[in-house]
């Protein structure tokens, strides 16, 4: 398979525990989201990378959130000190890259709630 | 007033009938516009993409653009129940740096 993955597709967690999510974008892709959705919106950005930089994060995102892309490969996004609120699918995709407004192809997501 | 609007639904089209998709957004230099369907529970996944004025037609999907009108909506002939699905319209918005904003989707259904 080819296509974007994301591991875990599900995790439960207690307010206050870390959580990390791991995406491993299409090979040839250089460009990797972040986005949340909760139910009934559409996605919401949270960050993107152009290879292994970070060029740009929401506001919507906290200080808790914090995303790594180690040589511009697969990326990680780690949720720290849980909340409630927090419960929602992250979605990560990745596209060809250079120009932004490119498609994007998304993974399968991981479901996310914190009890 | 949201950046990307559409209308919530739920739509509901008989069986073989056309279903009309609408979507209206905030910025005037957008240059960049797209389809989503999200089966529920799934992921979405890219059915269309358009961007200059006019229709684009693929299979049973037809986008249609009026950048003046800040407009853009999709058309699915021949609708089955397989294409019920929540339809989310994305547009790439110069004031977040072209990146992609979605609307909160409309929920389609085809019935049989």
Request: proline content about 4%; overall charge neutral; some cysteine.
């Amino acid at each position: 398979d080819t296509g974007v993955s994301q591991d875990p597709r599900h995790k439960i967690t207690k307010r206050g525990q870390n959580v990390t999510f791991r995406c491993d974008p299409i090979s040839e892709h250089n460009r990797l989201y972040w986005y949340r959705q909760t139910l009934g919106q559409g996605p919401e950005f949270l960050t993107y990378f152009q290879n292994e930089a970070q060029l740009e994060k929401s506001r919507l995102l906290s200080d808790r959130f914090s995303a790594e892309r180690p040589k511009g490969s697969f990326s990680t996004l780690e949720i720290q000190r849980t909340e409630q609120g927090d419960s929602a699918m992250y979605l990560c995709a990745s596209s060809l890259g250079h120009v932004t407004g490119e498609k994007l192809f998304f993974g399968s997501g991981t479901q996310l709630s914190v009890l | 007033q949201k950046e990307v609007e559409q209308n919530s639904g739920p739509l509901s089209v008989p069986e073989g009938a056309i279903a009309s998709l609408n979507c209206t957004y905030s910025d005037r230099v957008s240059q960049s516009f797209f389809w989503y369907r999200q089966y529920s529970g799934k992921s979405p996944e890219l059915i269309m993409s358009i961007y200059s004025n006019g229709d684009k037609e693929d299979g049973r999907f037809t986008a249609q653009l009026n950048k003046a009108s800040q407009y853009v909506s999709l058309l699915i002939r021949d609708s089955q129940p397989s294409d019920s699905a929540t339809y989310l319209c994305a547009v790439s918005l110069e004031e977040y740096g072209n990146k992609l904003v979605f609307g909160a989707g409309t929920i389609l259904r085809v019935k049989s």
